[in-house]
C-alpha cells in the first residue's frame, strides 16, 4: 500500500506543481477563470503557492508518511472548493473536468495513505 500511496502522490504532486505553473505565469484560461469568479487581480499567484505548499508536502511524506496524508487532505479540500467555485458560475462540466479529476486523485491518494 505504501508504495501505491508514493505514486499516487507523485501523480498528484506533478499535477498540482503543473497547474501551479500555469497559475504564475498567468495562463489565459487561468486569467479568465479568475475574472469570471470575479476575484481580485493577482489572486491566482495565491492559488499557484497553495499548490506548491502542497506538492512539497507530498514530496516531504514520501518520507515522513503522516506529513503527505494531511497534503493529501489538504489537497481534497482544495479541489472540492475548485468545483464549487465553477459551479457557483455554471461552468459546463467540460471546463470543471479537470477540478473534478484532481479531486478524486486527491481523495484516493488520501484513503490510501489513510489505509497504509
Do not use: C
Not at 505565469?25 to 505548499?53: H, N, W
Not at 514530496?59 to 457557483?88: D, E, P, Q, S, T
Request: aromatic share 12%; charged share 15%.
Amino acid at each position: 500500500m505504501k508504495l501505491l500511496f508514493d505514486v499516487l502522490s507523485v501523480l498528484v504532486l506533478l499535477a498540482a506543481l503543473g497547474s501551479a505553473v500555469m497559475d504564475f505565469r498567468g495562463a489565459p484560461q487561468i486569467l479568465d477563470l479568475m475574472q469570471r469568479l470575479q476575484y481580485r487581480p493577482g489572486f491566482e499567484r495565491t492559488l499557484g503557492l497553495i499548490k506548491a505548499v502542497g506538492a512539497l508536502g507530498l514530496l516531504v511524506g514520501l518520507f515522513v508518511h503522516w506529513i503527505g496524508v494531511l497534503a493529501a487532505l489538504g489537497f481534497v479540500a482544495y479541489f472540492a472548493l475548485a468545483i464549487r467555485a465553477h459551479f457557483k458560475i455554471a461552468d459546463p462540466v467540460k471546463e470543471a473536468a479537470g477540478a473534478f479529476a484532481l479531486f478524486i486523485l486527491s481523495t484516493l491518494t488520501f484513503v490510501v495513505g489513510i489505509l497504509s
